[in-house]
């Protein structure tokens, strides 16, 4: 999004607001000149105080990317007048409540698709004359700093293929025991297990194999993680943030996408692996419960390792 408005608007100086926690992947973006980072830590207040000093730079478009409360809420301070159209210039992206009514009670699918995450951020911006075609990857940039400590992190496993077993909801988890039967599909390769600290799972993953599979979940932060993906030879990754880091990094990645719809990735380096299934999407995020009457997580449970290391030596051989 950040080159997109730069292509509309050159020469502006577009500021972020996010959260701390993801802040990191908006740094040394060519297109960003400052990050607001909010501590959720701080609260309503932290946030308030926060945008109240913001209120300086005075903004001349605002775009509501989020659409929820606490996006509301800087919307309010950062245009105080914006009910009466004073201020600046100012879209809020729709959340489409009533086409996803229609898709998860009635199974009535209003969506453009195929469905695509960064279409539908940048959509909105076509009122102020911003192309919906998603600019080429990167779009993150990993600093030398972060680059370093991947480096020094992975020793002999840079280049290697980074794994993402995990995601915010187990429904949207492919079975940790098909990550197992990948690795041991591909005897040949050596691989890097990424995740959270709360992902101690993926340590019966790594188990499988130890003298070439690296588990490295929980032991890096977001920057580093990043860092690692930016340096591995091409990713598998459930839908999860990972997934979208090694999109906007441009590597080449095998997405796994199960049981919902807003995530997905677009770029041509991203190969889908998916099933039509009359259940899918079930769910925004993935949070359930399966609805599927033949058999349970089938969106996932049916594509086979088999079929995704099929896939992986496709790219590996195109890679190389």
Known sequence: MPSALAQTFPGAEVQWITRKDMAPLLKNHPHIQRVWEFDRKTGLLGLIKLVWSMRAENFTHIYDAHNNMRSRVIAWILRPLGIIGIGPKFIRRSIRRWKRFLLFKLRINTFEMPFNGQRD?????????????????PQIFPSEENLKKAAEVLGDYTNAIALAPSAAFFLKRWPKDYWKDLIQLLPGERFVLLGGP???????????????????????????????????????????????????????????????????????????????????????????????????????VDITPPQVAEQLQGILRGHS
């Open 121 to 137: 951020l940048l959509e909105p911006l076509q009122k102020w004359g911003v192309s919906k075609i998603a600019p080429p990857a």
């Open 198 to 300: 709360e992902d101690s799972f993926i340590e019966d993953i790594h188990a499988v194999a130890p003298d070439r599979v690296l588990n490295l979940a929980g032991k890096c932060s977001l920057n580093v993680s990043s860092a690692v993906v930016a340096l591995s030879r091409a990713v598998v990754s459930n839908d999860t943030g990972l997934l979208h880091v090694a999109e906007q990094l441009g590597k080449r990645t095998i997405a796994l996408m199960g049981p919902a719809p807003f995530g997905f990735p677009s770029r041509p380096t991203t190969k889908i692996m998916e099933l039509d299934l009359y259940c899918r999407p079930c769910s925004k995020h993935g949070q359930g419960p399966c609805v599927n009457k033949e058999k349970y997580h089938k969106c996932l």
